[in-house]
């Protein structure tokens, strides 16, 4: 079996070494041709058949602004502002991803 002498705690898959040692171990003796590198979520859910993302609106946006919201107050260390602050980020990166436009109140 072939082992990467460069990457010896884990997989690099830009490494064709890893690649090969991965796909023996699992049990398939042939490297597929998808480059997880290059290749975004997106793409790879719609070749399985698969939605990529669960539909975002602005109900389950403001769930998930008080989750997480709540969950920096817990941790203490941060002030209220700067705990919503971080919450508002989260909820603009999560529509970006979806490439839907934010509310206005993020």
């Not at 490494?15 to 699992?26: D, F, G, Q, V």
């Not at 602005?58 to 969950?71: D, V």
Request: proline share 1%; aromatic share 14%.
């Amino acid at each position: 079996m072939a082992e990467c002498d460069t990457h010896r705690f884990f997989f690099d898959w830009s490494c064709h070494i890893c690649k090969e040692e991965y796909h023996k171990l699992k049990g398939t003796n042939t490297i597929k041709s998808e480059n997880y590198d290059t290749i975004s979520f997106e793409e790879r859910a719609k070749k399985k058949g698969q939605k990529g993302y669960k539909e975002f609106n602005e109900e389950r946006a403001k769930k998930l602004y008080e989750e997480i919201f709540l969950q920096y107050l817990k941790k203490g260390n941060l002030s209220e502002e700067e705990s919503i602050n971080r919450s508002k980020t989260i909820i603009r990166k999560q529509c970006r991803l979806r490439g839907i436009e934010p509310w206005s109140w993020t």
